[in-house]
């Protein structure tokens, strides 16, 4: 999937992993598209006075910024800033071609890079210097239109994970402390490593309400004829999402990917025996893969001449791949082919005749199960707590924590400070857009005073 | 389709110009997928050593790179490079993964931005310091393999120009001089601006023979169990392409999109009267709009009510729609709408039973319209020049001038110092694929010289 590169926090991202955000992006493309939100695209480069302009949310980006001085062997006159994100980039624009309400909604979107020079241990695909992502940037006249957008936004980042990786999401708010800088509230799709213990911002869409368009003054004549500033949104998703789904479905054997994203559902292996008719093995191989092919699922062989079997076996086991199909002398006499499927192991026989219908049902079930499996892995891990004492020690067990929470900015930096350590400290990952009800006279876990919502805790990547 | 930007020679790309990218886009992407080769996705930034390991490709691209020295506050231990091509990015994994015969061919491309930071007269999509592109990178055991794949590229460049872009270009070689920086030969596609006199590269695919596979080690081990050095290419086509296009097709009254790469193919323009029927008259234009966009055509309304119909048309005809409608109160009455085609304004009025065929034709009309009128503003610009007067009497006259040339790189140097001047000096443009006959005995036009093949001169972008 990927190469490290000689740059530490870069990463080469190799087809196999391309491909998968190709899926998703033609899906996530066709969706906003109906959405009639319209591609862009603005440059890689930021002034520093337009990048100063919002105070709050410099500072959250300022640390990672990385700076061009340099051309050739000249010094600039003015450091220019890579885009950690493009609000900054965007708004001046936004600003001038706003003028009256018939200029709203401006709906726009870009597929791009950006850059954030973090020096904290870079992880490939979950944290790296530089990322692939969407971002979309939306301007309204009312709130109510920029809150609907936001959270139809979230379903599509919810689809992406549980429909195409196959990955649980939560969707949630972000607390006043997590949220965007600048913005004025942020939700979440919230995924979850059972294996570490830690919780993953997923994808992000956020409402910044009216104090960009204050900064960037995004100013427009209402129908009214007076002065009115401009909702906006801002929502992207990353090549993060790759990496989340390495991490919920990997097993000891490797990569598992779920057929919906994986650019090779199907990988046919002949298996030839010395005396056997090898020639009608790969013949049937290749009849095979181009019977597929037609059907629309993606399905390769491997004919190299200098692996065995069983190392093909593994190889491709390793890679993910969902469903294996070997042919052999017996399968050749009996007219069928013998299925693997990567997620359970489990061999069927299917007989030729129907080859398409069947590969069709198991990469269904597959994509299924992986879902299932991995919700059932993440639900496992969600414990609810009530006091200060079963935070404590759910935390230590590596959960995901629902508590009841007064929703105080200080309690959570007091969360941390109190649980600070090797491992990490604890953080709210979101409050839950379900809420289960809180019941009259229910404290917060953490402060003793009343609770006003449930939400997630934990330590997170 | 574009608007300035806040930093020179940064432009951005609205959703008017990024559509056209997109149809490119898609059309190309499936055609290298079908020649099996991959994408993938390479980091930004490259480290100075790797940047600078083939000489001659550095040479060519110093003094244009950008370098990042700061993150935040803080300075970089090494300065880092911004991409302007990716060879020196990509080739050291390629010495990686390539070991045997049987990982070749090894076929990439990616889709990217770039970063030349050019200080000589900024140009919208032409030349601007940061563009996207695609960028092709393969390698192959023998160089025959890798001649076939530099035309087979090459010819798709010529479609996406020609059938997409309805502009003519001619297939051609870059002289010496001319090369990609490091390459062994460089291919193109040639396109001509008869309202500047100046020729344009359009695309550039090059072989780069076994060079840089010698300074970056991709060695292989071939059938015979030898060491053997890979054969590579590398190829591109950047947002340069739409500036190309704007500039061959605009007119007085501005833009002119072909069909096929119109986000907006046919604008639909309500023409109501007094005493008319109003409602009637919406109604047929959202029926009209519906039926066109049911048949895939790329149909859109525009019932904005503070601007006159008259304004509309400008509107539309600035922003280069090929087809429009207009549906008043005759219209309706007849049951049928008006069409006005951008490339001739001509008025054809169109039965509503058969509305969906007839537009279907119109657009194919126009898109092959544009490009035959292209192609003879481009061949009226051609001169055949045999002798140094005549070509500076048609260099004076902005032609693009075919002459027969020794091919010697001091004698292109030499018409370069002797035509230098204001408008700039002339040189070549390429060497087309289909050559005229060299008769025995034709002398080179700048040398006196025998002359060797037949070569497009003229000033250039």
Redesign the interface.
């Known amino acids: 999937m990927i190469?490290y590169?000689?740059?530490s926090g870069?990463?080469?991202?190799?087809?196999w992993?391309?491909?998968i955000?190709?899926t998703m992006q033609k899906f996530f493309d066709a969706e906003i598209k109906k959405m009639k939100i319209?591609?862009?695209?603005?440059?890689?480069?930021?002034?520093p006075t337009?990048l100063q302009k919002e105070k709050d949310h410099i500072e959250g980006f300022?640390?990672?910024?990385?700076?061009?001085?340099?051309?050739?062997?000249s010094d600039l006159e003015v450091?220019?800033a890579?885009r950690p994100t493009s609000e900054t980039v965007m708004y001046?624009?936004f600003s001038?071609w706003i003028r009256g309400h018939?200029d709203l909604p401006l709906k726009?979107n870009q597929w791009?890079?950006v850059?954030r020079?973090e020096f904290s241990n870079p992880t490939p695909f979950i944290r790296s210097?530089?990322f692939?992502w969407q971002e979309g940037h939306t301007a309204f006249a009312t709130k109510s239109e920029a809150d609907d957008e936001v959270l139809q936004i979230l379903e599509l980042y919810r689809r992406i994970y549980e429909e195409f990786l196959a990955v649980p999401v939560i969707k949630g708010k972000k607390s006043e402390l997590e949220k965007f800088a600048g913005g004025l509230y942020t939700t979440t799709v919230e995924a979850f490593i059972p294996n570490t213990g830690r919780g993953i911002q997923g994808a992000t869409s956020h409402c910044l309400g009216q104090n960009f368009s204050k900064m960037f003054e995004i100013i427009f004549e209402n129908e009214k004829g007076e002065k009115a500033m401009a909702w906006q949104n801002s929502w992207a998703y990353t090549t993060r999402t790759i990496g989340v789904m390495v991490m919920v479905h990997g097993d000891d054997k490797g990569l598992m990917l779920p057929p919906k994203v994986a650019s090779v559902q199907v990988i046919v292996i002949p298996v030839p025996y010395k005396d056997a008719d090898t020639q009608g093995i790969f013949d049937a191989c290749t009849a095979t893969v181009e019977k597929l092919c037609e059907a629309g699922i993606r399905a390769n062989s491997d004919f190299?001449d200098?692996y065995s079997p069983g190392w093909k076996y593994s190889h491709w086991e390793m890679k993910g791949v969902p469903l294996r199909i070997e042919i052999g002398p017996k399968d050749l006499a009996n007219d069928q082919v013998r299925a693997v499927r990567r997620d359970n192991g489990a061999k069927i026989d299917l007989p030729r005749g129907s080859l398409v219908e069947r590969v069709k049902e198991l990469l269904e079930e597959v994509q299924e199960s992986l879902f299932v499996a991995a919700k059932q892995r993440r639900d496992a891990c969600i414990q609810i707590v009530k006091t200060w004492d079963e935070f404590v020690e759910a935390l230590g067990q590596r959960k995901m924590i629902l508590a009841p929470w007064c929703d105080e900015e200080e309690v959570e930096k007091d969360v941390k400070a109190r649980t600070k350590g090797e491992m990490g400290a604890a953080k709210t990952l979101c409050s839950p857009l379900e809420q289960p009800e809180v019941p009259e006279g229910t404290l917060c876990f953490a402060s003793g005073k009343p609770a006003k919502k449930w939400t997630y805790w934990g330590r997170s990547y």
């Open positions: 190469e590169y000689d740059i870069c990463y080469i991202m190799r087809p992993a391309i491909s955000w190709e319209q591609n862009c695209y603005f440059p890689l480069f930021v002034s337009v300022a640390p990672e910024v990385a700076w061009v001085t340099k051309s050739g062997e450091p220019i890579i001046p624009y001038k018939r726009l791009c890079n850059v020079w210097r530089e692939l190299r200098n």
